[in-house]
């Protein structure tokens, strides 16, 4: 994401980076929370689908509708999660948690076919 685009319209944005021990591994959380213009309770079942782009037209940018859908996929992949709380007219918190230790440490190759 462009941040600089993102707080054009956003309001303000802040970001935490949270670590801690859970069990002998490491949880490292990603916060990040706007005063932007929140969320509609009717558009956040679809927040997270490929190709959507929630709010009013005239609130809608530019985009394709991907980035959080990818995001989603991403974290699911590394085993974590990615939550978000939003109140419209006041603003939205994403939490992106991963948890370390859970591989065995090595780097595996794979083939795409491009198709």
């Not at 490491?26 to 959507?52: H, N, W």
Request: aromatic share 8%.
């Amino acid at each position: 994401m462009r941040i600089q685009t993102y707080v054009r319209w956003a309001g303000s944005v802040r970001l935490e980076l949270h670590q801690r021990e859970i069990n002998g591994a490491t949880q490292t959380e990603f916060v990040v929370t706007d005063t932007g213009i929140g969320i509609r309770p009717e558009d956040k079942d679809r927040l997270f689908q490929a190709f959507s782009q929630v709010g009013s037209t005239g609130s809608r940018r530019e985009g394709t509708g991907l980035g959080l859908h990818v995001s989603q996929k991403l974290t699911e992949l590394l085993g974590g999660t990615i939550t978000f709380e939003s109140e419209y007219g006041k603003g939205t918190r994403f939490q992106l948690s991963l948890q370390e230790g859970r591989g065995d440490g090595k780097l595996y190759a794979c083939a795409h076919s491009g198709n």
